[in-house]
């Protein structure tokens, strides 16, 4: 409980500092996050029903890595929500990966340290 307080209070002054020098510079940090719909909507239409599809069948928090993925803009987040998808969606088994042979292996998130 003491921790969380800790955390919570950390994450609120670093949020504050943040605020301030952006103030301090003068400039407001646009928003360039596209919403999930528009993101797909986005989509060529023959690509479109794919995506949909592939969708309704993940599981909700992995959707938003999926769709960053899909845009093309983030070569990070494909690799990510490829690995996921490879592993059934469960973050865990990315990093306990028994695939070694994978070119994307060396390039897997969520581990601390490359192992085999």
Same mark, same amino acid.
């Given at each position: 409980m003491i921790a969380t307080e800790v955390n919570n209070n950390r994450l609120a002054a670093l949020a504050r500092a943040r605020q301030a020098r952006r103030q301090k510079a003068g400039t407001s940090v646009a928003v360039t996050e596209i919403p999930a $719909?528009?993101?797909?909507? @986005?989509?060529?239409?023959a690509r479109r029903p794919f995506v949909e599809r592939r969708l309704s069948q993940m599981p909700n928090h992995c959707r938003n890595t999926y769709l960053r993925a899909i845009g093309g803009r983030s070569p990070r987040a494909a690799i990510k929500a490829f690995c996921l998808e490879c592993v059934?969606? $469960? @973050?865990?088994e990315v990093v306990r990966c028994t695939a070694p042979a994978c070119p994307l292996w060396s390039y897997r998130p969520f581990r601390k340290e490359l192992t085999i």
């Open positions: $719909q528009e993101r797909v909507s @986005r989509l060529d239409p059934g969606w $469960q @973050r865990a």
